[in-house]
């Protein structure tokens, strides 16, 4: 039997909260009132399952990706698939890599069919799939430590820019990260694709073997991890400029690499207090309250985009 998922509303009374299991969404359509209301029951219904769906094939999901070959089965988990697979050949990466950012994507994309939508977004945990018809436009909040968010920085997405994806990843996210970066946060052309790359350039910001970088075998940690025996980052202590620049240059190598390849649209890297912004070049910083404190993420939404 399906179980429902938890459904509710913030606190402004115009954001969807949907809940199952890891996945937490905050939901936002505007348009008409009778657009929005279909919208949302459109994403109610698809959510309605969707994790269940991912769990039967959750052994696969958890397997290393291969560039080409997909015997995946549900169009979210092939969705995953297709997000991590341009770097399966040179990186080692499951399709778990790209599961925030495809199912937001999914449920935006039921609500976008369900009715006419001036601007809709999904976020999932901070991995956001949007929508932006003619004239609209999304501002996306950087921050520097997603466990304790702060607001350093926004970035404002067009209608008439490619990217409509954004996904955050590091140490201190939900999943485990090779790296050492604090937050990453990518443009892409969808959720998925911003999910996967933010992966790959964060596992990139790296110092391998340095004395003060703490690493442990992701299974000891988490027995059912898809990263198994390789060593993920516990703890990392005061490194010096230098370090931290080439850190930092480590991961804009990749990310640059990424953005000629059209797998991005742009990323901002951040380590220690350092930030290395490619292919971003409007980002508008901080007022210096919001720099002083942590903000909750629906603090931080409605911050950005009330």
């Not at 959750?58 to 297709?82: D, Y």
């Not at 996210?173 to 350039?201: E, N, P």
């Not at 910001?205 to 025996?229: M, T, Y």
Request: hydrophobic residues 50%.
């Amino acid at each position: 039997m399906t179980r429902l998922p938890q459904t509710g509303w913030l606190a402004d009374g115009k954001r969807l909260h949907l809940q199952d299991g890891p996945i937490d969404l905050i939901v936002e359509a505007r348009a008409g009132e009778a657009n929005v209301r279909a919208a949302y029951e459109a994403a109610i219904r698809r959510f309605t399952g969707l994790l269940d769906a991912l769990c039967e094939e959750l052994p696969e999901l958890r397997r290393a990706a291969h560039p080409a070959n997909c015997t995946l089965q549900g169009v979210v988990a092939r969705r995953m698939h297709a997000a991590v697979a341009p770097f399966a050949a040179t990186h080692f990466i499951t399709p778990m890599a790209a599961v925030a950012g495809a199912v937001a994507e999914e449920v935006l994309g039921a609500m976008t069919q369900a009715a006419p939508l001036d601007r809709a977004y999904v976020n999932n945990g901070g991995d956001i799939a949007l929508h932006l018809a003619h004239g609209e436009q999304f501002a996306v909040g950087l921050v520097d430590h997603p466990g304790m968010p702060r607001l350093i920085g926004k970035t404002v997405i067009h209608a008439g820019d490619p990217s409509r994806g954004v996904a955050t990843s590091g140490r201190h996210g939900r999943s485990f990260s090779l790296g050492i970066a604090d937050a990453v946060t990518v443009l892409a052309r969808t959720a998925a694709q911003a999910d996967a790359a933010a992966t790959i350039i964060a596992n990139a910001v790296d110092l391998p073997g340095h004395r003060l970088i703490v690493r442990r075998a992701a299974k000891d940690i988490q027995p059912d991890s898809d990263l198994g025996e390789r060593l993920v980052t516990r703890a990392v202590g005061r490194l010096s400029p230098r370090d931290v620049a080439v850190a930092l240059e480590a991961g804009a190598t990749e990310a640059r690499a990424l953005l000629a390849a059209g797998l991005i649209e742009g990323a901002a890297i951040h380590l220690q207090g350092e930030t290395v912004a490619v292919a971003l070049d409007d980002i508008e910083h901080a007022a210096p309250q919001l720099l002083s404190r942590a903000i909750a993420p629906t603090e931080i939404e409605s911050l950005l985009h009330a």
